[in-house]
């Protein structure tokens, strides 16, 4: 079967391969899914960059722990997978239910052991969760790890309700997922980005406010005094947007951080989270099997469609990488493997 390996790190991707490998059998336990398409995160970058160092990572490795497809054989001990399901893969194979732990989150997807850019892998039968039939496998690809990230920190930790603010940071996958999620409940979304046509896209997905960081550099005191202060902040910049996330932020807010595009180098002062009682919480391990088996009935509820910017083929895997590296995109961007 053909699958792609990371060989070697390297700054524009050309050490991920197109290689042969023998096709794999389930484990009594397992499923083996004939893999349809996958999505690419900025996690995926790092597992593959030089210059951005993802912990843990030994290579070879098959890339990517996004990925939807079908189910085409099962273990023998498996019961609740048969032949034919629609699964989307786990970024956490052993986190199927319960709070995170260390023990859950150890092996990674497309980190430290092998992802989903193949034609065929195979997974713990528990950790494979149903794709909804409203979805595509395209669309069910960006659920993983973008979409899940952004479900667990409003909705399973942040418990979002229709009277709260949310402010939003770019328009990448996470971020888009959020304000889809916000919105879906009722929730009043503030999105800002360097580009007027992202902004004017958002407001299109439901955002109540936008503004362009680029033309207002101080956007925290902005965001602050436009809604008095929002009560989440999904921030993906880390330690160069803090600052300004927690300034945006209203007395006993929740700051969910999730990324740090803006790169780990930075300070930041305390004394917001004092004196507004803040709360600012990491998110760790993305979300278990059960947490995506709540957000696919939610999504499939609402007729919520996942936003898919553009769509490569697996030939072009080398390109999806840098397109998605020049951060040009909104929403989430696919890697197809449908043969």
Known sequence: MKAYEVQEFSSDYSGIVEVERDRPEPAADEALVEIRATSLNYRDLAVA???????????????????????????????????????????????????????????????????????????????????????????????????????RELHEEGDLTADETVLVLGTGGVSTFALQFATMRGADVFVTSSSDEKLERA???????????????????????????????????????????????????????????????????????????????GSMGVGSRAMVDRMTSAIEAAGLTPVVDRTFEAADVHEAYRYVAGGNHQGKVVVSVDP
């Open 49 to 151: 960059d030089e210059n951005l160092e993802y912990p843990g990572v030994e290579l070879p490795v098959v890339p990517l722990s996004d990925g939807a497809g079908e189910v085409t054989a099962v273990g023998e001990d498996v019961q609740r997978l048969s032949k034919g399901d629609r699964v989307v893969t786990p970024f956490a194979p052993d986190w199927i239910d319960g709070p995170v732990a260390s023990e859950k989150i150890a092996r990674t997807t497309g980190g430290n052991v092998d992802g989903a850019l193949a034609e065929y892998v195979t997974f713990p039968a528990d950790s494979l969760a149903h794709l909804p039939d409203t979805l595509s496998y395209e669309q069910g690809a960006t659920l993983p790890c973008a979409g899940l990230t952004a479900w």
């Open 203 to 281: 407001r299109e997905l439901g955002a109540t406010w936008t503004l362009n960081y680029e033309e207002t550099p101080e956007w925290g005191k902005a965001v602050r005094d436009e809604t008095g202060g929002v009560d989440h902040v999904v921030e993906v910049g880390g330690s160069g947007t803090l600052q300004k996330s927690l300034n945006a932020t209203c007395f006993g807010g929740d700051v969910h951080l999730i990324g740090v595009l803006s790169g780990p180098e930075g300070r930041v002062d305390p004394s917001h989270i004092l004196t507004k009682g803040l709360t600012v919480t």
